[in-house]
């Protein structure tokens, strides 16, 4: 395989969408006659990772691969697919950021046009601050000056340098390169710093040798460093080769590939460690790669854009930051400067902290020395302190405002990329607070609001400076307004700062309107931009088009006054739809009734142009594809559905309006263009199942279904890439399409289908609902198959939501012919089970059943069930099967699940049976206890009453020993009442009696805090039973245990009551109220 072309394009953004298309040729021996078929078109995008939870580490980056080709096809088909798509999603807003090959993509190619601004005239007059300066090296002036007053001015030459430009002032100034050669070692290493500086910006050839020597014996490394960066600005190319091809190979597959913090950027520092090479020398020698290579230049940014700022990097890091100053490299410097912004501190070493020490962060050990001595050492264990990010904060808004005062073009590049560092996505959300301030004598509440900019110093810079509401703190560390600001639209009145440099460089803010990501920078800039229509107009339309797809729209309004004017000059329809198209959209509400108004005057001419229809369709906002959607009736259909193929083709897969685009398309594709879509060619339908996006691929399939041919045309490798997709929504559109497949074929694959019928995803499910449906009428055995797989489904845990619901209504409704709801076992089963879905199914089934079908008790569990239908069911089926007057005893015990009712109703029902309709005489002493001893207080109040005309039945006793031994404290009052009405027996008997309930009275009587009544009719009771010595010696082992146990509040009633007792019973032995020797004791004393 040969790759033939390759084109990349970039869409801005957070993060940066890229999208590679490729043409490959497949290795295959030339054949004769017509052209080969052998060329593809594949297409790669790199997909957002989905946010990672706090905490978490982020996922990786997706990366999607899909192709413009389903078969190799001739290089000139190849060729025409790849260029349309490139084609479209430049139009849509992205740019080219790579080529080789595609020789007609050449005019998207290059950067923002450059101001056409008029040369200055020959004989233009030198500034006078520059005649000042080049006197001072004058070798009588020089003398006089001071050494800090030596390097200044060498600085200030370096400030003024422009090695481009060939203006009078740039000439004097190159002038003094010899000059500043002949000073190189007369003065302090400070002088030589700004001196190769200078000489490197002046750009003067013969001064290269210079900075070879003074990069060799510089008295620091600084010195050197700088020295370094001037040679490479001055040497010849063919050195400069030379001396990249030594650190490539002193490096090799070193600078190709971004060093991301973790085990690459470890296993970097342990490789300088080793060959002993300082970590700052080696970014510099990568640096000096890129100049001449893209792939080393992204792979230096990006390891930019992550290095960590601690100490062992940001030496490398200040390094770089000085190199790429004297590089005047200002896509360099922007990212740095993001980096300072947005990058809290190491360390704190403002006003007096770390005087006395400092924490070491890597081994969390207080360490006792000043910060500033640690800061002194070779291989210090602190960097990037608050006043080193104060301070390089603050030196990239003194760089831009002494080249602009100067007029210098890197001023406006330099503030171009610092502003390009501002994104919304990575800023805090604005926000207001309130501050107590003197206003008329008087403390009042001020409220200040910041915006997600206000931590950037050079946001009010550059920005509102001459914002009546600006409001900065000192040193300009934050910066608010006093009033909101609007930034959805341009602001009423320019406040941006520096307006001189502005309109000298609108190209400046052209490339700001168009990349940009911060909404204050359109608001501001996008007005100064405004000022400047002339400028854009003298561009070719490429350079601003874009500008009506931005989101901001503040730009957009700026290419709605350029496109406007192209729309009234166009000559005939065709010459404004493309215009039209671009306007409609536009996030500009102007720019989008212009265009409705336009189309509106004539809608069946421009009805004619399936590009403006399909953009409409496909627009991001829904009055266009409303207006679309009015002009598809009127619309050829061919070359609609033609234009609409290739449109989908190329649309982005995560704009955020596609899928509600493609489901009005696909209600249209089902409805009037439904004949149409089956005339179209059925390849890009196909290329269609790789695209990205789900709202495009479902589309695709439903229009593959409605084509005759669409589904034999689908590549068996589509088949099973969708059906082994881990998406499950793209898993289901493969789904769809199995299941359009032929009954026949399906018939083979009954397992398959049977397992996506309870697959936990809706979709899915949804999707092959339509072939279960056939298969399931055509073969009986496999309804049954399926019927049986879906109600056991019913059983288990719910995988996904709504597969119960989806069982449900396949068992109820399609196979409700199949489904086992006959059988009188498995719908008990499932209205027994605890899943509510069985239950659900049990209730339906439960409708084909008669009462004989299910025992009495079975009945009586199905009254008090969840499912409402199911207890109307039970309660008909129990009224039909017992007739009250003939209940017996087995039939009333077997009512007793009645009990266990939750619901009212269910109540309600058993209160009848159990209080009303079942006679006495059917209630047997242990149905009696039961309802007693049931935990439910309203069962056992109806036992408790019913037992109560039972009293003095023979079975009272019975019921009098069971109810004994309830814990419950109602049943235990029950109980005493019922001792006290105990009738008259023998005292051998009652004392017999009352040593059975001995257990019950214990567990009475030594409740603490509780059963009050009870111990009183208990206690009460006793006493009145110590009249003959049988009982009473009863009593007083009862008696005598609760004086041990029992609480002082109950004590003296036991201790009176052996007292009574003893004084009627003499004979009885009681310790507690007579000492008696132990029996040991006394025989011990006998002896």
Not at 811 to 824: E, H, K, V, W, Y
Not at 1032 to 1042: E, G, H, L, Y
């Amino acid at each position: 395989m040969k790759r033939i072309a390759i084109a990349v394009t970039l869409r801005s953004g957070t993060p940066e969408r890229r999208c590679t298309v490729e043409l490959v040729e497949l290795d295959a021996p030339p054949a004769e006659g017509p052209p080969p078929a052998r060329f593809l078109v594949t297409v790669r995008q790199n997909m957002p990772a989905a946010k990672a939870a706090a905490g978490e580490e982020a996922p990786p980056e997706r990366w999607h691969e899909s192709s413009l080709t389903a078969a190799p096809v001739t290089f000139e088909q190849a060729e025409r697919r790849a260029l349309d798509f490139l084609r479209r999603r430049l139009a849509a807003g992205e740019r080219l950021a790579q080529r080789e090959g595609f020789a007609a993509l050449a005019s998207f190619e290059g950067g923002t046009p450059a101001a056409a601004a008029p040369p200055p005239p020959a004989a233009a007059a030198v500034p006078a601050a520059v005649l000042q300066l080049v006197a001072r090296f004058e070798a009588a002036r020089w003398r006089l000056l001071d050494a800090g007053r030596r390097a200044r001015s060498a600085w200030r030459v370096g400030e003024y340098a422009d090695a481009g430009a060939q203006s009078p002032t740039q000439r004097l100034l190159r002038g003094l390169a010899p000059r500043l050669v002949e000073l190189l070692g007369t003065g302090d290493d400070l002088l030589d710093h700004c001196l190769a500086v200078a000489l490197g910006h002046l750009g003067d050839p013969g001064a290269a040798e210079a900075m070879r020597e003074l990069g060799t014996r510089g008295r620091t490394a600084a010195t050197r460093r700088a020295a370094g960066q001037a040679w490479l600005l001055l040497a010849p190319a063919a050195e400069r080769d030379a001396h990249v091809a030594v650190l490539r190979a002193r490096w090799p597959s070193h600078f190709d590939v971004a060093i991301l913090p973790g085990q690459p950027l470890d296993q970097l520092h342990a490789l300088l460690s080793e060959r002993a090479v300082p970590c700052a020398d080696f970014f510099l020698d990568w640096l000096a790669v890129s100049i001449d290579s893209p792939a080393s230049r992204a792979a230096l940014l990006a390891t930019a854009r992550a290095l960590p700022l601690i100490p062992g990097n940001f030496q490398a890091v200040r390094a770089l930051y000085k190199a790429a100053e004297i590089r005047r490299d200002a896509e360099l410097l922007g990212v740095l400067h993001e980096r300072f912004e947005s990058t809290p501190p190491y360390f704190c070493n403002s006003g007096d902290a770390g005087a006395h020490g400092f924490l070491d962060a890597v081994t969390q050990k207080w360490v006792r020395r000043p910060v500033k001595d640690e800061l002194a050492r070779p291989t210090p264990r602190l960097a990037y302190g608050s006043r080193t990010r104060d301070y390089l904060r603050l030196r990239a808004w003194r760089t831009v405002r002494r080249h602009a005062a100067t007029g210098h073009p890197y001023a406006a590049r330099l503030a171009t990329q610092l502003l390009l560092g501002l994104d919304d996505a990575r800023l805090p959300p604005a926000h207001q607070e309130t501050r107590w301030q003197m206003v008329d004598g008087r403390h009042q509440a001020v409220q200040r609001h910041y915006q997600p900019a206000s931590g950037w110093r050079i946001g009010a810079k550059l920005l509102l400076a001459r914002h009546p509401a600006l409001g900065q703190s000192e040193r300009a560390a934050r910066w608010w307004t006093t009033a909101p600001l609007d930034t959805r639209h341009a602001m009423a009145n320019r406040c941006d700062g520096l307006p001189a440099m502005w309109d000298a460089h609108p190209e400046a803010l052209l490339t700001l309107a168009l990349h940009s990501h911060c909404a204050l920078v359109h608001a501001t800039l996008g007005r100064a931009l405004l000022d400047h229509l002339p400028f854009l107009e003298r561009q070719e339309p490429a350079a601003w088009t874009p500008l009506l797809l931005s989101p901001y729209d503040a730009s957009a309004a700026v290419g709605y006054q350029l496109a406007r004017s192209q729309v009234e000059q166009a000559a005939d329809l065709a010459g404004r739809v493309p215009w039209l198209v671009l306007l409609g959209g536009s996030v500009h509400g102007p720019a989008q009734d212009y265009a409705f108004q336009r189309i509106a005057s004539d809608p069946l001419g421009h009805a004619q142009h399936a590009e403006l229809v399909v953009a409409l369709l496909l627009s991001p906002h829904a009055p266009a594809r409303l207006q679309g959607q009015g002009l598809l009736p009127l619309a050829p259909p061919a070359p609609l559905l033609a234009e609409l193929q290739a449109a989908l083709a190329a649309a982005d897969p995560e704009a955020p309006w596609l899928a509600a685009a493609c489901a009005q398309l696909e209600a249209q594709l089902q409805g009037p263009l439904a004949t149409a879509a089956g005339s179209v060619p059925v390849e890009p339908l196909v290329n269609l199942l790789g695209h990205p996006s789900v709202a495009v691929l479902r589309l695709a399939v439903t229009w593959l279904l409605l084509h005759p041919h669409g589904l034999a045309l689908v590549p068996a490798a589509d088949f099973q890439r969708l059906l082994g997709d881990e998406d499950p929504e793209r898993r289901a559109s493969g789904v769809r399409l199995l299941a359009a497949l032929p009954d026949e074929v399906l018939l083979q694959q009954q397992a398959l289908l049977a397992d996506l019928a309870v697959h936990p995803h809706a979709a899915i499910r949804a999707a092959v609902a339509p072939a279960l449906r056939r298969i399931a009428q055509r073969d009986a055995a496999f309804g049954h198959a399926l019927a049986q797989r879906l109600h056991a489904s019913l059983f288990a845990t719910e995988s996904g939501e709504g597969q119960h619901d989806d069982a449900l209504a396949w068992l109820s409704q399609d196979l409700a012919d199949f489904a086992p709801r006959g059988d009188a076992a498995a719908t008990w089963r499932a209205l027994q089970a605890q899943s509510k879905a069985a239950q659900r199914f049990g209730a339906w089934a439960l409708a084909k059943h008669v009462p004989a079908d299910f025992s009495l008790r079975q009945l009586a569990h199905l009254a008090r069930h969840p499912q409402l239908s199911v207890r109307e069911w039970g309660m008909a089926a129990i009224d039909m099967q017992l007739d009250p007057a003939r209940v017996t005893p087995e039939q009333a015990e077997q009512l007793l699940p009645l009990a266990d009712a939750r619901f009212e109703d269910a109540r309600d029902y058993a209160t009848l049976w159990f209080a009303e309709r079942l006679r006495d005489e059917t209630l047997t002493p242990e149905l009696l206890i039961a309802w007693v001893d049931h935990p439910a207080e309203w069962v056992q109040a109806i036992g408790r009453t019913r037992l109560v005309r039972r009293m003095h039945a023979p079975e009272a006793s019975l019921c009098l020993t069971r109810l004994a031994q309830h814990p419950g404290t109602q049943v235990q009052l029950f109980v005493t009442q019922w001792l006290l009405e105990l009738p008259a027996e023998e005292p051998a008997a009652r004392a017999e009696r009352l040593r059975v309930l001995q257990p019950y009275f214990l567990t009475v009587l030594s409740q603490v805090h509780r059963g009050r009544t009870a111990k009183t009719r208990i206690t009460d009771f006793l006493r009145s039973q110590t009249g003959a010595p049988e009982t009473a010696a009863v009593v007083a082992d009862i008696f005598a245990r609760q004086v041990v146990t029992s609480s002082l509040t109950d004590k003296p009633q036991y201790i009176a009551g052996l007292r009574d007792i003893a004084a009627r019973h003499p004979q009885i032995s009681l310790p507690f109220v007579e000492w008696k020797v132990p029996e040991l004791r006394a025989a011990a004393a006998a002896g």
